[in-house]
T-cell receptor
């Protein structure tokens, strides 16, 4: 199956700082990548759809100025959590789709103190 | 009515049992149906992918889709303790995936 990586796997930061998470498709090109967040014992919540070379499409209720997404190449999308606060602490997962289905990265656990 | 309904469990079975996991959905536009397995603190792993109605088998796993009933199933034969995880159904019509809430499965040795 297709492989998607994420970096870092976990990060701890102070409130007010910004955190960048990278998502890479390792063995295929992805014109579309997706960013999700997941709270404990809950399902995945789609945050935004990232399209290579164009602006991301954000889901209702997701602040685009807080969660900056850049999809600069066919294998890399980044999510930057700006001015992070403790309520942003969560598990962030990206996915990429070579065809009709999606392959997920291993996730990034963010803890904001 | 939610687009995708999945019993969250938890489901606990003895090793070797046959496990049946199910989801129902309401959107008749869904054409692509997937099952993901998610271990704790990990990203979801694609287990099975089915297009439209029918059955698909891969080793101990069988996925069934009944579009007329808007019902999909995942069967796990000869379940193993390593199958203990949360299983998520997901489906889409075009681009976005819609997930069920996930069923937590524990297989006891």
């Amino acid at each position: 199956g297709a492989v998607v990586s994420q970096h870092p796997s976990w990060v701890i930061c102070k409130s007010g700082t910004s955190v960048k998470i990278e998502c890479r498709s390792l063995d295929f090109q992805a014109t579309t990548m997706f960013w999700y967040r997941q709270f404990p014992k809950q399902s995945l919540m789609l945050m935004a759809t990232s399209n290579e070379g164009s602006k991301a499409t954000y889901e209702q209720g997701v602040e685009k100025d807080k969660f900056l997404i850049n999809h600069a190449s066919l294998t890399l999308s980044t999510l930057t959590v700006t001015s992070a606060h403790p309520e942003d602490s969560s598990f962030y997962i990206c996915s990429a789709r070579p065809k009709e289905t999606q392959y997920f990265g291993p996730g990034t656990r963010l803890l904001v103190l | 009515q939610k687009e995708v309904e999945q019993d969250p469990g938890p489901l606990s079975v003895p090793e070797g049992a046959i496990v049946s996991l199910n989801c129902t959905y309401s959107n008749s536009a869904f054409q692509y149906f997937m099952w993901y397995r998610q271990y704790s603190r990990k990203g979801p792993e694609l287990l099975m992918y089915t297009y439209s109605s029918g059955n698909k088998e891969d080793g101990r796993f069988t996925a069934q889709v009944d579009k007329s009933s808007k019902y999909i199933s995942l069967f796990i034969r000869d379940s193993q303790p390593s199958d203990s995880a949360t299983y998520l159904c997901a489906m889409s019509g075009s681009e976005k995936l819609v997930f069920g809430k996930g069923t937590k499965l524990t297989v006891n040795p």
